[in-house]
């Protein structure tokens, strides 16, 4: 929303710095996003006079002139300098517009320095109008009648000292759309007071030929109230200087003077109008829900196409005009037009919306109708508009014809002044709250206040009291601490999965992996490899064909991720995500999930052959780390009860029992083809809530205990069958003391056709190291081979190996 600063004491009676205007506008929730200051662009440019122009010594087309400056205004003493000027028109006696040394000419661009052109001493410039962007005139410098006052400044000459000031209107303020509803807001704020708006209705002096009549299904829900007028004998031309100088400054052209009228009340007062030439009308004008496949000459020069539904404008003969939106080139006035139809209506700000949208227009009454303009303003405007196009263009105006009713958009709320205590925490009397409400234009009866009609967006008690803080500033908001509900050290606030999360990310961090944030939706195909794509996790309405499930797992996601960092030249990578899986699609149907997935090499190169393709043991060694760092126990089984999208030779499952705690291992060729994801590729999965929690729960770490026994470590190699498990063999040993085997671990696996020569076809030797952890007594001789015993024993139960 731009408007000048002049434009705005139209409305608001200030004697505020502009300064303090910006700040507060900021300040009041209507964001400046810009000022253009001609005091700042040209406010070094004063009027001048030329003393004596004579020929340049060394140039034929430049002229060498004593120019008569003020450099600190026409009161201080004249200063004389030597411009070179290239201009033709420049001569003794000329009366015109000085740039000292160090101005920023905004036209060029260039900032003037003291310089020799052709062997002459040159400081400052003759101004020219494209120089200072005053027009497009550059055939030579700035000529000013003779009787012009000297030194003053060229904008307070102009009456170009009138900042223009852009505003974000926010869409909950429509009545800020309007330069009027600003200034009610600063004249709230108390930075001036709000001018009266005159509006005297014109008399008509004859029926109007032109009736209106809006549809009975849009009366209802489209268009409720539609007005106009006819005016005659009008004399359509350029609009005077002053409307003119207005709509240049907020970047709208002139067109003439209907047509800047119009502009003028869209900007002015937030109602959008539009005039009709009326000798190009047949009948009366009807408002009406196109059948769709009309057709529209709008004013912008497109051709537009309606669909059934759509809202129309029509005369006896076609469509004339796109209802709120535009008006259609048929019915456009020219400088040949005498006599006119002025509309003003009410429209639906959805059904406006969604025909601006659907036909790609943005005007600026769409954009005010689709976010609401004021109902009851549809008259009073349309009369303010009359009598502005009989000042400036004469005639003779008809009586209004109309159709339909304004809106009842009456409503009340009650204030309760203790509220803003409540809701915003600011202190403020209630004389202040009442006298606030008053000036944004409500009406107060007791402890309930009627909102204006101008307001759509206050809908609530809350919604007074936002308005009491946000005139009163929120930036005088003081920040207070809460009490604490009960004395001490407060409790945790953190669920323990919560926190469980929290040290999964942070271990993953400290691996090496980067966390990934993906959507919760994937495509059909993709849910459907990883277990799901079920009916039940079908969203009904997805963002689009690619998100048309709920995920069952994180490993989609976070392959897409990595396939598009291959595209990208990127072959290394550690990515993790911890997020939500769905395995059902009703409440509650989801589980915490922590995936890291591992693509490329460990490593990059170097001199010492660091780097190798990852395997499963690098996401084994990961995943035991995150498990670890979450409270997992110690002794966990490993089985190969994998799901479809795991390597099945190649991976494994951590649990205790049923329980299972995560999956580790190479990822399916089949999986990796489909996702297109260049191997090799491993990767690991957490179901975080399913590791126990601590049987004692304690803020701080238990106690460290340390064993004051040796510990005793004893060595097996076993001949067990070639298609014997190492994790077999470890978990029997395991099971053969657990009171004293504190760990099992290979160190050693010797097959092989040299290993079948030795120990016979089909065998192979794996070897384990066995630490035994007394916490009683020093272990005998005597001791130790009874639980030696026992190991070989257990082995050779559960793999029928022997000892080498």
């Known amino acids: 929303m731009k408007f000048t600063l002049s434009w705005l004491k139209d409305h608001l009676d200030t004697e505020a710095k502009l300064e303090d205007l910006l700040y507060a506008l900021t300040d009041l929730g209507l964001e400046v996003e810009g000022v253009e200051n001609p005091e700042k662009t040209l406010g070094a440019f004063r009027t001048c006079r030329v003393i004596e122009a004579q020929p340049h010594p060394n140039a034929d087309r430049l002229r060498l002139c004593r120019v008569e400056t003020w450099p600190n205004g026409p009161e201080a003493a004249s200063e004389e300098v030597q411009v070179v000027c290239g201009a033709p028109n420049a001569r003794t006696g000329l009366v015109g517009v000085f740039a000292p040394v160090g101005t920023h000419v905004p036209g060029t661009g260039v900032d003037l320095k ?6 002459v001493e040159s400081n400052g410039m003759l101004c020219s109008e494209r120089e200072l962007m005053l027009s497009d005139d550059h055939d030579g410098i700035i000529d000013l009648p003779e009787d012009t006052p000297l030194g003053v400044r060229l904008i307070d000459l102009r009456g170009l000292n009138d900042p223009m000031i852009d505003v974000k209107v926010t869409p909950n303020r429509p009545d800020a759309l309007g330069i009027r509803g600003i200034a009610r807001d600063l004249a709230a704020r108390g930075l001036g007071v709000l001018k009266p708006l005159e509006i005297t209705p014109v008399a008509g002096g004859f029926a109007s030929p032109v009736s209106v009549t809006i549809d009975a299904a ?70 009406h829900a196109a059948e769709g496949g009309e057709t529209l000459q709008a004013l912008d020069g497109k051709t537009y196409t309606l669909r059934a539904g759509q809202m129309l404008i029509s005369d006896d003969r076609a469509p004339q005009s796109l209802a709120g939106i535009m008006g259609g080139e048929a019915s456009g006035c020219t400088d040949d037009t005498t006599d006119v139809f002025l509309e003003s209506a009410f429209w639906d700000p959805i059904t406006i919306a969604a025909t601006g949208r659907a036909l790609k227009i943005n005007s600026d009454a769409r954009y005010r109708f689709e976010r609401g303009v004021d109902p009851a303003f549809t008259l009073p405007g ?52 009442r006298r606030t409400l008053e000036a944004l234009g409500f009406t107060l009866d007791g402890d309930m206040a009627s909102v204006p009609s101008w307001r759509p967006d206050v809908l609530g008690e809350a919604d007074l009291i936002e308005e009491i803080a946000r005139v009163a500033s929120l930036s005088l908001l003081q920040g207070k601490p809460l009490p604490r509900r ?135 060694a990961d995943v035991e780390a995150v498990l670890a760092a979450i409270g997992a126990p110690a002794r966990m089984q490993i089985t190969r009860k994998v799901a479809a999208w795991w390597h099945p ?118 070897a384990i190291t066995v630490r035994l952890q007394p916490t009683e007594k020093t272990l005998t001789d005597k001791d130790i081979e009874a639980v030696s015993a026992k190991i070989v024993d257990k082995v050779a139960k559960a793999t029928g190996g022997a000892l080498r």
């Open 114 to 119: 003291p310089g020799v052109i052709r062997g």
């Open 486 to 620: 009960e004395a001490g050290v407060p409790k945790p606030i953190l669920t323990p999965l919560q926190v469980r999360e929290q040290t999964a990310r942070r271990m993953l961090a400290s691996l090496g992996y980067n966390e990934c944030v993906t959507y919760s939706f994937i495509d059909s195909e993709a849910a459907t490899l990883f277990g799901g794509g079920s009916d039940a996790v079908r969203v009904e309405n997805p963002i689009s064909s690619e998100m048309t499930h709920l995920r069952p797992d994180l490993l989609p996601g976070l392959l897409r991720a990595a396939a598009r960092n291959q595209a990208r030249g990127f072959a290394d990578m550690a990515l993790c995500e911890i997020g939500p899986a769905f395995h059902g699609g009703e409440p509650g149907e989801q589980h915490l999930q922590a995936t890291g997935l591992l693509v490329g090499a460990s490593a990059p190169r170097d001199a010492f052959g660091s780097r190798r393709p990852v395997d499963l043991y690098d996401a084994k």
């Open 649 to 766: 030779g190649r991976s494994g499952v951590i649990g205790l029992g049923p329980n299972v705690l995560a999956s580790f291992g190479e990822v399916h060729p089949r999986i990796l083809q489909a996702m297109d994801v260049k191997g090799p590729a491993v990767a690991f999965t957490v179901m975080v809530a399913n590791v126990p929690l601590p049987k004692v729960k304690t803020p701080t770490r238990p106690a460290l205990k340390l064993a004051d026994l040796q510990a005793v470590e004893r060595d097996f190699a076993f001949v067990v069958d070639k298609g014997v498990e190492a994790l077999t063999l470890v978990n029997a040993a395991q099971g053969a003391d657990k009171a004293l085997l504190e760990s099992v671990r290979v160190f050693d696996q010797f097959g092989g056709e040299k290993a079948e020569a030795q120990m016979g076809a089909g065998k192979k030797s794996l």
């Open 382 to 433: 349309l009369e303010l508009a009359t009598q502005m196009v009989l000042d400036l263009c004469g005639g003779e105006a008809s009586e209004v014809v109309v159709d339909g009713a304004v809106p009842d958009t009456a409503r009340a709320y009650r204030l309760d002044p203790a509220r803003v205590v409540s809701l915003v925490g600011m202190d403020i009397p209630e004389d202040e709250q």
């Open 218 to 287: 849009l009366k209802a829900k489209g268009c409720p109230f539609f007005a106009g007028r006819v005016i005659r004998g009008v004399k359509n031309g350029p609009s005077p200087d002053w409307l003119q100088t207005r709509l240049r400054a907020i970047g709208l052209r002139p067109i003439s003077t209907l047509v800047d009228i119009t502009n003028y009340f869209t900007f002015a007062v937030n109602r959008p109008l539009h005039v009709f030439d009326l000798a190009k009308l047949e009948g009366g004008l009807r408002v």
